[in-house]
Antibody, heavy 120, light 110 residues
Framework: QVQLVESGGGVVQPGRSLRLSCATSGFTFSNYGFHWVRQAPGKGLEWVAVIWYDGSYEYYAESAKGRFTISRDNFKNTLYLQMNSLRAEDTAVYYC?????????????WGQGTLVTVSS | QSALTQPPSASGSPGQSVTISCTGTSSDVGGYKYVSWHRQHPGEAPKLIIYEVNKRPSGVPDRFSGSKSGNTASLTVSGLQAEDEAHYFCVSYAGPSNYVFGTGTKVTVL
């Protein structure tokens, strides 16, 4: 069955970097686009970034532009989120979410999330 | 981009229907057919129940239906069952490089 498993979260100091991974299985990874979505404590869901099925397009929320990079490895069936210059407001649970090839907002499968805490 | 507006809560008795609204703007909900709805039980990952405004994925019962009028999308759950008690949220495509989530609605089965 479809599985998405995030990893890489943890506690990090402001200004430092962290890379999240999302290992997938149960489907043909290269046929789908993927998002990172986050949820800060007590807040609603916030879209962070999307990457198309072949990696040809990446788009970012304003809060992530210039600091975060979404990428994928279609051989390892894995999605990544490189997060640099982290701020306290980046503290959240980060979810890996599958979509259609070009991101038609289906968000059809979600991982369980990985918690990122930015604190000194 | 502001979050899509949903009522914080909704409720109904078993067998009844409940409708949840998701209000945005002409730049998101009103401008595209790409609105999806998701159900989430505590401690679980969200599950897709409606995509492209009114389409149901395989395995989702026809008790769930979606619609859209102007800048507002709606989800109707008919024949409420105990398992429908959950958190529901909408998501809309908002043009190149943007997606917007709803504020979420807690549905209670009385």
């Amino acid at each position: 069955q479809v599985q998405l498993v995030e990893s890489g979260g943890g506690v990090v100091q402001p200004g430092r970097s962290l890379r999240l991974s999302c290992a997938t299985s149960g489907f043909t990874f290269s046929n789908y686009g993927f998002h990172w979505v986050r949820q800060a404590p007590g807040k609603g869901l916030e879209w962070v970034a999307v990457i198309w099925y072949d990696g040809s397009y990446e788009y970012y929320a304003e809060s992530a532009k210039g600091r975060f990079t979404i990428s994928r490895d279609n051989f390892k069936n894995t999605l990544y989120l490189q997060m640099n210059s982290l701020r306290a407001e980046d503290t959240a649970v980060y979810y890996c979410v599958r979509d259609t090839a070009a991101g038609a907002a289906y968000f059809d499968y979600w991982g369980q999330g990985t918690l990122v805490t930015v604190s000194s | 981009q502001s979050a899509l507006t949903q009522p914080p809560s909704a409720s109904g008795s078993p067998g009844q229907s409940v409708t949840i609204s998701c209000t945005g703007t002409s730049s998101d909900v009103g401008g595209y057919k790409y609105v999806s709805w998701h159900r989430q039980h505590p401690g679980e990952a969200p599950k897709l129940i409606i995509y492209e405004v009114n389409k149901r994925p395989s395995g989702v019962p026809d008790r769930f239906s979606g619609s859209k009028s102007g800048n507002t999308a709606s989800l109707t759950v008919s024949g409420l069952q105990a398992e429908d008690e959950a958190h529901y949220f909408c998501v809309s495509y908002a043009g190149p490089s943007n997606y917007v989530f709803g504020t979420g609605t807690k549905v209670t089965v009385l």
